[in-house]
């Protein structure tokens, strides 16, 4: 195999190393491909399909995060076949999820001119807020399902494993294992899937009391009694 692939990126050549991605191999190139499970420190597993691009003599789209170049490849990251593809993607999104967190998207959004009420029918995923622990708020109801938190969670950072997906199809949603709250799993509040979420569907609790107007003394003396209590129950 040669060390080095040649190929053409929206009709500009670039030389990279064998084994690169389209995503990277684009970015050489100073061309932004958009994603929402991608990021540059977990592993990649091209499970939002929003940076597909249109390779010629590809039958189907392909994902830039995961997709190696080929010697004499010819791609196109932004063709009306992938920008329509996109555009119904965040359209889906936005009739499932609630996205009024996701600054990031919401851009996305804007740049494809995607249509929020395109699907006014679709089903919703509502889910309570999750407030089991003094460190964390979970709103599931925000999140895009991009597996950022488990990836963290698990082998690309921390080796806790204290999350999953649970259940399957539509009702899919991340939880911990047998539904335990996180202060009876395996969780050490570290915050990295906290920092790694692109929706708002994770938040430091402290920035969410704060956001709903509560002061910072009376924020400070609600999560030092709850870390109390919950040392206390122990």
């Not at 190139?29 to 929003?50: F, M, Q, S, W």
């Not at 006014?120 to 460190?135: A, F, K, V, W, Y």
């Not at 402290?206 to 107007?213: K, P």
Request: charged share 25%; net charge neutral.
């Amino acid at each position: 195999m040669a060390d080095e692939v040649t190929l053409s990126i929206d009709g500009h050549v670039v030389q990279v190393p064998a084994g690169t991605t389209i995503l990277k191999a684009a970015e050489q190139l100073g061309e932004k491909v958009p994603t929402i499970c991608y990021h540059d420190h977990t592993t990649a597993n091209g499970l939002c399909r929003l940076c597909v691009v249109e390779v010629a003599g590809a039958r189907v789209l392909s994902p830039a995060c995961t997709a190696e170049v080929r010697e004499g490849m010819q791609v196109s990251t932004r063709s009306e076949r992938v920008e329509r593809s996109r555009r119904t993607l965040l359209e889906m999104l936005s009739s499932a999820v609630d996205l009024s967190e996701a600054a990031e998207i919401q851009t996305m959004m804007e740049e494809y001119t995607a249509n929020p009420d395109r699907f006014p029918e679709g089903q919703t995923r509502s889910q309570p807020i999750l407030d089991d622990n003094p460190m964390f708020i979970r709103d599931y109801a925000k999140c895009v399902m991009c597996w950022r938190c488990v990836q963290v969670c698990a082998d690309d950072a921390q080796y806790t494993h204290a999350i999953n997906f649970t259940s399957r199809g539509f009702d899919t949603m991340i939880g911990t294992f047998f539904d335990k709250p996180l202060m009876e799993t395996t969780c050490v509040f570290c915050g990295q899937c906290v920092g790694v979420c692109p929706s708002g569907a994770l938040k430091a609790k402290r920035q969410y009391l704060l956001e709903r107007g509560l002061t910072p003394d009376e924020v400070m003396g609600a999560t030092r009694s709850e870390r109390r209590r919950k040392k206390r129950s122990k």
